[in-house]
Every structure is written in C-alpha cells, then in structure tokens.
C-alpha cells in the first residue's frame, strides 16, 4: 500500500464549478498537510498548508483535513481557467522527521471557459 | 533573484555524456533536497542536504552524483545515464528543523537518448 494515494484524474470542470481534490494515507503521524499546485512545465509552488486536523481557509481555497479517517481534501471554488494545473498533496511528520515530504501522485485538473 | 533558480531548463544528453544540474537558492534555507519527477508518479526524493551534508541518499544510483558546496548551492552531476533517467529533476529548499514547508525551484526537464 502507498503512504499516500491521490487520484490521478484528469478531472474537468466547468468554469465556475466546485471542485474537489482528495488524497488519503497510511501513517497516522502524520501531522503537517500542504497541496502544491504544478503548472505545465513548472515546479511545484505552495498552495495551502495545514497542520493537524481541521479547516483552513484562503480566498476561493478550503484544505481539510481529517485525521480520524486519514483523508484530507482540498475544495476550490468558483473555479477559474487558471487553476487549471495538477494538485499535489504532501504530508509530513511521524518517522521521516519534518525534513522530508511524502507526496501523492497528483490529480490534473482542467477547468474549461 | 528570489526564491529558488534551476539551471538549465532542459537538457538533452547521450548516455555517454556527463553534465551538471544546478540550483541556487536565495531564501536563506540551510536544508536543500533533489527530487525526481516522472509523468503520473508521485515526486521522488533522491537526496538531502542539512547545512552542506548530506542527510540522505534515497537508494539513487551512482551515476547520479549530488554536490552542496555550501547552503545556498546544490549540484546534480549526471554520467553515463540511461533513457528511463528521463524525467523533471525539482531542487527544493527549507529552514532546516522548523515546521516550515519545501520551496520548489521551478525544474530542469531531462531528455536522455
């Protein structure tokens, strides 16, 4: 089993849409949770990040995490063309210290106009 | 500059060749990490440097060769690689010991024939 399992997609939406993003784990120490978002022939950048289980909000971008069933999700909302990229989620904590991330796959989502 | 710089963007290389993979970053970060991405896989860790020494060394063959000279430069030298070497090579960086997450540069897309 894979620490961390993140549906590949591709997801496409509609402008405007809810949209959805999850990724679930294995180690239940895990304690910091982010999503990068990738563009198309550029490097991950920083997206939201959260520690230990809750709601955290920024803009038209919600990140939960549940640690209880070990499920975290990111909701975008009012989804624009630009946020057309792949979602990637990452953990941190437990016995990889907080030096080093485990990612998921990434999911590729494409909203169109 | 700001943040973290990779050069070159691309590279095509033969199997016999050797070149050299850089990242700089201006961020202050004394923790700096080599990753590998391929197409529908999650990022790889190859290795990880903490002030200049390295931490880690994710099982990577030998004919990868990474070099910290100090904390703000990192080096991946490449020799007699094979085509499933193919793949986005991401530097990162990070404030070693904090809870602060990775900064990513933005890659350097390898093509070996």
């Not at chain 1, 999850?22 to 910091?32: E, L």
């Not at chain 2, 691309?10 to 970053?25: A, D, I, P, R, W």
């Not at chain 2, 999650?42 to 904390?71: A, D, G, I």
Request: aromatic share 12%.
């Amino acid at each position: 089993q894979k620490e961390v399992e993140q549906d590949p997609g591709p997801l496409s939406v509609p402008e405007g849409a809810i949209v959805s993003l999850n990724c679930t784990y294995s180690n239940s120490a895990f304690q910091y949770f982010m999503w990068y978002r990738q563009y198309s022939r550029k490097g991950p950048e920083l997206l939201m990040y959260t520690y230990s289980s809750g709601n955290k909000e920024d803009g038209r971008f919600t990140a939960q995490v549940d640690k209880s069933s070990k499920y975290i999700s990111l909701f975008i909302r009012d989804s624009q063309p630009s946020d057309s990229a792949t979602y990637l989620c990452a953990m941190s904590g437990g016995s990889g210290g907080y030096n080093k991330l485990i990612f998921g796959a990434g999911t590729r989502l494409a909203v169109h106009p | 500059e700001t943040g973290v710089t990779q050069t070159p963007r691309h590279l095509v290389m033969g199997m016999t060749n050797k070149k050299s993979l850089k990242c700089e970053q201006h961020l202050g970060h004394n923790a700096m990490y080599w990753y590998k991405q391929s197409a529908k896989k999650p990022l790889e860790l190859m290795f990880v440097y903490n002030f200049k020494e390295q931490t880690e060394n994710n099982s990577v063959p030998s004919r990868f060769s990474p070099e910290c000279p100090n904390s703000s430069h990192l080096f991946l030298h490449l020799h007699t690689l094979q085509p499933e070497d193919s793949a986005l090579y991401l530097c990162a960086s990070k404030a070693q010991g904090s809870t602060d997450t990775q900064y990513f540069g933005p890659g350097t897309r390898l093509t070996v024939l």
